[in-house]
């Protein structure tokens, strides 16, 4: 039987304190070689120290970094089998495009033939053959952003740690380079670990994801683990859009519970941990879970119901969305905006019924 193979990083109980605020808690983590692993959460959660400690800018109060299998902590940021991408870049602007690319080799005096052959097979590798010559300043920013990348990929890192490195972009282009990061590291192979506070990002381009909120990870898993399956209410709320109720647990049966709402609604949601009557939970659904009907076309027997008016229609195309409000308790909804001819003359104040069944919702303990 194989051995399974070393993983680039490792974590193993890593704290960070200034003074008594604890910054990162108790961090355990695995990276498989190869795997883009990204760390999200909210600004001031921690993860850019963490970040910093990987590339060994800052010191662990406690814990390891492993990587390669080989323990780091005391090896300066330079001497480290890893290379950090930055939100603004950091390109030399009086350099060319070569002259950037190969200045890491230049450090490691590399010889000029080897620096040439090098610096041109990783611009043909990020798409942007016959470049060299060129300035900074001739570029696009997505052209910039594969620059930075392959500086630092030119040097053949272990683990490329990327610190919000599509913040600074437009909108357009930050969609195209989240496709063409995963690309870039499907391509070479090298592990990237990228921390974002953008939830679309982290899903979009990778295989694992910690979700990260005062200093702890909250949940570990791949992107679709954490959008249909989320372990807290904090990782339920942060990660996609959802419907958010609070209530009771009036009635448990199985793994389907039935809640008394704070408007007096009663809701049917599925829970994966016990639950027992009288505990106070939050209930979620994401808004594409919720079907809608015509009043005179709702189902018999939908678990969860109700009569509402649509209050705002919030126009994307495809992503379009309804808010409506329930005529009975005033619980207002998201509910995503069928694509369908019937549909496509709603106006504000017409009359719908929204129904969903118990198992898309989650039903999750109220955090402290």
């Given amino acids: 039987m194989s051995e399974n193979p070393i993983p680039d990083l490792e974590c193993r109980s890593l704290?960070?304190?200034?003074?008594?605020?604890?910054?990162?808690?108790?961090?355990n983590v695995t990276v498989p070689k190869g795997s883009f692993f990204s760390i999200l959460g909210p600004s001031?959660?921690?993860?850019?120290?963490?970040?910093?400690?990987?590339?060994?800018?800052?010191?662990p109060t406690s814990g390891d970094i492993i990587i390669k299998g080989s323990r780091v902590n005391d090896i300066a940021p330079n001497r480290r089998?890893?290379?950090?991408?930055?939100?603004?870049?950091?390109?030399?602007?009086?350099m060319t495009v070569a002259e950037n690319i190969g200045y890491g080799l230049r450090r490691r005096k590399t010889p000029k033939n080897e620096i040439d052959s090098k610096v041109d097979e990783v611009l043909a590798r990020v798409g942007l053959s016959g470049s060299g010559p060129k300035q900074i300043s001739q570029l696009s920013g997505g052209q910039k952003q594969r620059i930075a990348i392959a500086r630092c990929l030119v040097l053949n890192p272990d683990v490329l740690l990327l610190d919000e490195?599509?913040?600074?972009?437009?909108?357009?282009?930050?969609?195209?380079?989240?496709?063409?990061?995963?690309?870039?590291?499907?391509?070479?192979?090298?592990?990237?670990?990228?921390?974002?506070?953008?939830q679309?990002?982290?899903?979009?381009?990778?295989?694992?994801?910690?979700?990260?909120?005062?200093?702890?990870?909250?949940?570990?898993?791949?992107?679709?683990?954490?959008?249909?399956?989320?372990?807290?209410?904090?990782?339920?709320?942060?990660?996609?859009?959802?419907?958010?109720?609070?209530?009771?647990?009036?009635?448990?049966?199985?793994?389907?519970?039935?809640?008394?709402?704070?408007?007096?609604?009663?809701?049917?949601?599925?829970?994966?941990?016990?639950?027992?009557?009288?505990?106070?939970?939050?209930?979620f659904v994401r808004p594409e879970a919720i079907s809608i009907a015509l009043p005179d076309q709702k189902p018999p027997q939908a678990e969860?119901?109700?009569?509402v008016q649509v209050k705002e229609i919030l126009f994307d195309g495809s992503r379009s969305q309804l808010v409506v409000e329930?005529?009975?308790?005033?619980?207002?909804?998201?509910?995503?905006?069928?694509?369908?001819?019937?549909?496509?003359?709603?106006?504000?104040?017409?009359?719908?019924?929204?129904?969903w069944q118990a198992a898309v919702s989650r039903c999750l303990p109220v955090q402290s």
């Fill in 15 to 27: 704290n960070k304190s200034f003074g008594s605020f604890t910054a990162v808690y108790n961090i």
């Fill in 44 to 59: 001031g959660c921690g993860k850019t120290t963490l970040l910093r400690m990987l590339a060994g800018f800052e010191q």
């Fill in 81 to 94: 089998p890893v290379n950090m991408v930055f939100q603004h870049l950091a390109l030399f602007p009086t």
């Fill in 165 to 198: 490195p599509l913040g600074a972009l437009d909108l357009k282009l930050r969609e195209q380079m989240k496709v063409e990061l995963k690309h870039l590291q499907q391509e070479f192979g090298t592990t990237f670990v990228y921390i974002t506070h953008d």
């Fill in 200 to 283: 679309s990002e982290a899903l979009v381009m990778s295989d694992q994801v910690a979700v990260m909120n005062n200093g702890r990870f909250e949940q570990l898993g791949s992107p679709q683990d954490l959008y249909y399956s989320p372990a807290t209410a904090f990782v339920a709320k942060f990660v996609g859009e959802n419907n958010h109720r609070s209530g009771t647990v009036a009635d448990v049966n199985g793994q389907t519970v039935t809640i008394t709402g704070q408007y007096g609604e009663r809701l049917m949601a599925n829970a994966n941990q016990t639950m027992k009557v009288g505990d106070n939970v939050d209930v």
């Fill in 304 to 307: 969860n119901g109700f009569g």
């Fill in 326 to 355: 329930s005529a009975s308790n005033q619980n207002l909804f998201s509910v995503q905006l069928p694509q369908t001819e019937s549909f496509r003359t709603i106006r504000p104040g017409d009359p719908l019924f929204i129904h």
